[in-house]
Antibody, heavy 120, light 113 residues
């Protein structure tokens, strides 16, 4: 079945970087975009950007430009999200979610999320 | 960015009654060339990731009960649960994908009265 399996929880110091992985299975990896969405404790959903696993092309919202990097490894069907210069406000649950190619950016399959805690 | 505003922030409805959540976008999410509204609805239960309910404003995702329906066009949209069940307790989010900068509404918490 279609699955997105994310890496385990992380605890980081302020100023550090974190890299979260999302391994896809059960579908053609390069036929779907992958998005990252985060959710701070008790808060709503915030889109962090997307990657095209086929060519590695990315699209980041202005808020995260310069601080986020999304990459992929087609040999393992895995995408990665790296967030740098971490601050306490980056403490959140980070989800990967896929959307089909084209302009249909509704997310039909989600990972279970990766908790990132930023604390000194 | 397109701002998505949901109302109400929270809602309590009796079992078997209708629940209605609205979502308003700061600009139209209707693409005139294909007459499609680039809007989705998600359900998030505690401790779970969001689940896609509705896309293109009114198309129900496979497996979603038919008591869930979406309507609206342009800037004003509605998610309706026709007969509330206990398992529908959750937070509901709208999302626009008209713009390449995807945005979500702030969420509406639905509880049983």
């Amino acid at each position: 079945q279609v699955q997105l399996v994310q890496s385990g929880a992380e605890v980081k110091n302020p100023g550090a970087s974190v890299k979260v992985s999302c391994k896809a299975s059960g579908y053609t990896f390069t036929s779907y975009y992958m998005h990252w969405v985060r959710q701070a404790p008790g808060q709503g959903l915030e889109w962090m950007g997307m990657i095209n696993p086929s060519d590695g092309g990315t699209n980041y919202p202005q808020k995260f430009q310069g601080r986020v990097s999304m990459t992929r490894d087609t040999s393992t069907s895995t995408v990665y999200m790296e967030l740098s210069s971490l601050r306490s406000e980056d403490t959140a649950l980070y989800y990967c979610a896929r959307t089909i190619y084209g302009d249909s950016y509704y997310m039909d399959v989600w990972g279970k999320g990766t908790t990132v805690i930023v604390s000194s | 960015d397109i701002v998505m505003t949901q109302s109400p922030d929270s809602l309590a409805v009796s079992l078997g009654e209708r629940a209605t959540i609205t979502c308003k976008s700061s600009q139209s999410v209707l693409y005139s060339s294909n007459n499609k509204n680039y809007l989705a609805w998600y359900q998030q239960k505690p401790g779970q990731p969001p689940k896609l309910l509705i896309y293109w404003a009114s198309t129900r995702e496979s497996g979603v009960p038919d008591r869930f329906s979406g309507s609206g066009s342009g800037t004003d949209f509605t998610l309706t649960i026709s007969s509330l069940q206990a398992e529908d307790v959750a937070v509901y989010y709208c999302q626009q994908y008209y713009s390449r900068a995807i945005t979500f509404g702030q969420g509406t918490r639905l509880e049983i009265k």
